[in-house]
């Protein structure tokens, strides 16, 4: 659809207005949704088996995404063999290009075959509920099936953050993509919140993905896997903004598609100190990570930004930088819900 630390009152995250259509710009022929759509009918297995091809060809080619992919694991994981992160390394590489040609068929595909491959399980009636309800969505590679599956399940607003694409083409592709089912209101996160909390208290769903470091402005700093890292405190000011309960869902990609797991409610969040609300989603992160470690956006540059006078964790290379006022560059689709 992504520094001195803010004290706890801070002000509220930035998210805003619904981003203007993108079927208004010109986005003429794109070679690459061309070939996603041409791909779209194929069999999965034959679609995971060209992702793999083509994320072992990412892992050799795409040397300075694979080191950001290297320091974070060896940051998160410090006990693992040079060897164990090599290899959840290339599988990430693997499983990041499988997710990406995913999207063919999630956004080309027929409804009935996204149905067959993408299955919803948990605490669904959590989110049939009517209130204000906050999906906090990680980012693993799946993220996209999830929210294809909510859209197909739940008739209620799904509400999303999006960032507009340079492509025009691209932009509209993934613009109707991400809305083919249900009722889907993006907005643009450069704006207010006044307009994404009124949607909210309508009844909305927000389908948030708050784990990223978007520069010191709108980060503070909490443990992830002992680290300190620039994390977005959306999710606990937002519940506090809609008075929205907040409903983890989280995504795995499986040999015959995606599992969608709705986790129950979270009880007694938010609280009135954002610092511990952002420490307890990041600590609940790291849980299920740690059970499908390969699945996880490792291409973020997790820690680019970092706590004043400490080094950059790749200092010298140019890869991160000490409190960089920069965002993150996404590492591929900026914007993802």
Not at 279 to 298: D, G, K, S, V
Request: hydrophobic share 45%; aromatic share 10%; glycine share 8%.
């Amino acid at each position: 659809m992504t520094t001195p630390e803010p004290t706890p009152d801070a002000a509220a995250p930035k998210a805003p207005e619904p981003a203007p259509a993108p079927t208004r710009r010109a986005a003429g022929f794109h070679p690459g949704i061309a070939f996603m759509r041409l791909i779209a009918p194929l069999p999965l297995p034959w679609l995971r088996a060209l992702g793999w091809l083509l994320g072992q060809v990412l892992y050799g080619l795409a040397v300075p995404r694979r080191r950001v992919v290297m320091v974070n694991l060896r940051l998160c994981f410090p006990h693992w063999s040079a060897a164990e992160r090599r290899r959840v390394a290339r599988e990430t590489f693997v499983r990041f290009a499988q997710a990406w040609l995913d999207r063919s068929w999630l956004w080309d595909g027929p409804a009935e075959r996204v149905r067959e491959r993408v299955v919803l399980k948990g605490a669904v009636q959590a989110l049939a509920d009517p209130k204000p309800t906050l999906v906090f969505a990680p980012h693993f590679y799946g993220l996209d099936a999830g929210g294809m599956a909510l859209t197909l399940n739940f008739q209620r607003p799904m509400l999303s953050i999006y960032t507009p694409q340079p492509s025009a083409a691209v932009d509209e592709w993934l613009h109707r993509g991400r809305s083919r089912f249900g009722e889907v209101q993006l907005f643009n996160r450069s704006d207010g919140v006044k307009s994404l909390v009124s949607a909210l208290r309508k009844g909305g769903l927000l389908y948030l993905l708050p784990d990223m470091n978007f520069g010191p402005e709108e980060s503070i700093f909490v443990p992830f896997f002992g680290v300190s890292a620039a994390t977005v405190p959306s999710l606990s000011r937002f519940a506090r903004l809609a008075r929205a309960q907040v409903v983890p869902v989280v995504t795995r990609m499986t040999p015959t598609g995606y599992m969608v797991e709705v986790m129950p409610p979270w009880q007694h969040f938010p609280t009135d100190d954002v610092v511990a609300d952002t420490t307890r989603m990041n600590r609940e992160l790291e849980a299920w990570i740690l059970t499908m470690p390969a699945q996880y956006y490792w291409v973020h540059k997790r820690f680019k930004t970092r706590p004043p006078g400490r080094r950059g964790v790749l200092s010298g290379v140019g890869l991160f930088k000490k409190c960089s006022k920069r965002g993150p560059d996404g590492a591929g689709v900026r914007g993802i819900f």
